[in-house]
């Protein structure tokens, strides 16, 4: 076994959530393996034709993966690993919520115009698979926009739109441009909380409590939190402070401030941290969104698994 490969016991918690052989589309070379590979180039950021000879051709590998961030199988067993922690007791709901920005390589440009095409594909059976979200398809197409590449400050850049729970595990991602503001995500980065239960009923989409900066600060967020009954902790701007104390008693009162629970929020810039420890994600060179969005879930898997 290879630095970063999968442990025996890692391998077990995945392998029963992983595709199978619908028997018309011939056999599927060995999953174990083919991760391996997918996590040795996202660790290791090189290219796809330098994979190691052990992970066999690097075609198939890429391949796998790219039709995986299509179909949504990545994102399919995050859930189930996180599933299967929840059902432990291991999850901590006590969710903050950020973004980060992500320096584009000049190879991640240059996807062609055209939506990506859905080739390949199988007919998983997967257990209890009915319950988890199907994606659509892949987005993609129409320019770098269309792939989640845009201009920031940080120049040719993407932004990784993410929650954590309390022990700096990620719950759901989220890929725009990197110019994006962070509070147009912020209900899609809820809504994509998805943990579903090991045995019957629907799966777990709210926190318990919530935390965020200035940046998600405004009142659509705020009555979004208030409709779904969700505490939060999300510091006021200065300028919304200010225009409130001019308007006196018709300005309303502050919104609720727990210091000590904002402390806590370094849990989410802790699971960038962790992301970013993965050279494909600290630096994108996929030329599709989805496919950044894919490798960014596989770095999420390993986190859980190892964490």
């Not at 290791?44 to 198939?60: I, S």
């Not at 201009?151 to 700096?168: E, I, N, P, Q, Y």
């Not at 899609?188 to 777990?204: D, F, N």
Request: charged letters at 30%; aromatic letters at 6%; glycine letters at 12%.
């Amino acid at each position: 076994m290879g630095r970063g490969d999968l442990s025996d016991a890692e391998w077990e918690r995945l392998r029963p959530f992983l595709p199978v052989s619908n028997g018309r589309c011939g056999r599927w070379r060995d999953h174990r393996q083919v991760i391996d590979g997918i996590l040795h180039r996202v660790r290791a950021g090189v290219q796809w034709r330098d994979l190691p000879e052990r992970f066999g051709p690097w075609k198939t590998v890429y391949e796998r993966h790219r039709l995986w961030s299509a179909d949504g199988t990545w994102e399919r067993l995050l859930q189930r690993v996180q599933a299967a922690a929840d059902a432990a007791g291991e999850i901590d709901w006590d969710v903050s919520v950020d973004s980060t920005i992500v320096r584009a390589h000049q190879h991640a440009a240059g996807a062609r115009s055209q939506p990506p095409p859905v080739k390949g594909g199988h007919s998983a059976r997967t257990p209890g698979r009915n319950v988890v979200a199907e994606p659509a398809r892949p987005p993609g197409g129409g320019g770098a926009g269309g792939e989640g590449l845009g201009r920031s400050r940080g120049g040719f850049t993407s932004k990784l739109h993410l929650s954590a729970d309390g022990r700096c595990r990620p719950l759901s991602l989220i890929v725009t441009p990197g110019q994006r503001a962070d509070c147009t995500q912020f209900i899609g980065v809820l809504e994509k909380i998805r943990v579903p239960r090991t045995g019957s009923g629907r799966p777990r989409k709210k926190p318990a409590r919530l935390a965020a900066d200035k940046a998600y600060s405004n009142g659509p967020i705020r009555r979004y939190l208030r409709r779904r009954g969700i505490r939060h902790t999300i510091p006021e701007k200065t300028d919304s402070q200010a225009a409130r104390l001019r308007k006196g008693s018709h300005g309303g009162r502050p919104p609720g401030f727990d210091a000590e629970r904002y402390k806590k929020r370094n849990t989410v810039e802790r699971a960038i941290n962790r992301l970013k420890h993965h050279r494909a994600v600290a630096t994108r060179y996929d030329k599709r969104g989805y496919v950044f969005l894919g490798t960014a879930t596989a770095a999420a898997i390993t986190i859980w698994l190892r964490t």
